[in-house]
């Protein structure tokens, strides 16, 4: 026996690089050899191990709605996605980083306590003058503004940091136009103060809007808004409507009618879409955080000229929720007697969810 033990770790010794642990015994080795050599035993091993990957799969698959039904918050975390900044390592001070020259950082306090990150992009022609000029230049440069736009962005982006670089260009390509582009993050994104919330997004919006209004010398401003901020801008010019203050024009990039149908449309709720109880699991609990973004109820209080831009294959704001938000908009008897046109841009331009600026045909429908 003491031989046949001292032969066997002679053997294991020479080829564990090939059969595995020196530190198993006999009886393990023999039955790991049969398993390796017989086609059935190893079969029934791999079947195994697929049933325990499948219920652990089942098993995560249950347990996420029932956490984010218990705590609600994490829904929350998941429409605004205010966390994710990608790059993470941006220097949101430095618009410069990101290819705009002719931009200014500075903060605003839309209320006590509370500070938001804005950039000031001026137009274009403008650039040489804008060169080591300080925030006084900048903000009495509105005075003498031609039009400008409030661009408010969706969720996971920003106008700063996790969107900088696609959010750069469309200023450059406004800027060229001759606008002035004001953006900000609303607290919780960025380098902003606070968390955020509905009405906390509207009431920042609210508040750089009438900031921007009273340095523009009437001059033409209009609200832009991408993805969710477009229910950002639908709340901002309801309530200027309803004070009988419209903007000049509302321009829509990728717009959904309400949350509820975005966030059953979004590609990240596929796998539960006919869970039975998924409106109780996750839409009421996005209710129930007082998120709404009801665009196809605002459409109804809006007095003013509103333009939907929408990409046929955008893949997280879905076509037809865009078409459907512009049909609401044509029946509003609010809006009778304003323009309200809707740009599709076909497939096979791929503009998708984030692209529509590389459009050729943006300054002329923007001047249209």
Request: a positive charge.
């Amino acid at each position: 026996m003491e031989k046949t033990g001292s032969l066997y770790h002679c053997w294991f010794q020479r080829y564990r690089p090939i059969y595995g642990p020196a530190d198993i015994s006999v009886s393990e080795l023999l039955k790991y050899l049969c398993l390796m050599f017989n086609p059935v035993l190893r079969r029934r091993s791999v079947w195994w191990r697929l049933r325990r990957l499948f219920l652990a799969l089942m098993l995560l698959y249950v347990f996420i709605p029932v956490i984010v039904k218990l705590c609600p918050s994490i829904q929350a975390k998941l429409v605004f996605l205010n966390f994710v900044r990608v790059p993470y390592f941006i220097d949101l001070k430095r618009p410069l980083d990101q290819g705009l020259n002719h931009t200014h950082n500075f903060y605003l306090e839309p209320e006590p306590g509370v500070r938001v990150g804005v950039w000031h992009t001026v137009p274009a022609h403008m650039w040489r003058d804008a060169q080591n000029k300080d925030g006084h230049w900048f903000e009495s440069s509105l005075g003498s503004a031609q039009s400008a736009i409030l661009y408010l962005h969706g969720n996971a982006g920003t106008s700063l940091p996790a969107g900088a670089a696609l959010t750069a260009v469309l200023f450059q390509v406004l800027s060229a136009l001759g606008f002035h582009v004001i953006a900000f993050d609303y607290r919780g994104w960025g380098d902003s103060d606070g968390s955020p919330s509905e009405l906390s997004m509207t009431s920042d919006a609210l508040f750089i809007y009438h900031w921007l209004k009273v340095r523009l010398n009437k001059a033409p401003l209009y609200v832009w808004g991408h993805s969710l901020g477009t229910g950002v801008a639908t709340n901002v010019v309801r309530r200027l409507c309803d004070r009988d203050s419209p903007p000049d024009a509302l321009i829509l990039e990728s717009p959904f009618t309400n949350i509820r149908e975005e966030a059953k449309s979004h590609p990240f709720s596929m796998v539960y879409r006919f869970l039975p109880g998924f409106d109780w699991f996750f839409l009421d609990t996005i209710s129930a955080n007082d998120i709404y973004f009801a665009s196809d109820d605002n459409v109804n209080h809006i007095s003013c000229p509103v333009l939907i831009l929408h990409a046929e294959d955008d893949a997280v704001v879905p076509f037809h929720l865009g078409k459907k938000l512009y049909h609401a908009a044509s029946r509003s008897q609010s809006l009778s007697g304003h323009k309200v046109q809707f740009v599709p841009f076909d497939s096979s331009l791929s503009y998708k969810h984030k692209f529509i600026y590389r459009s050729p045909e943006l300054a002329h429908i923007l001047r249209y």
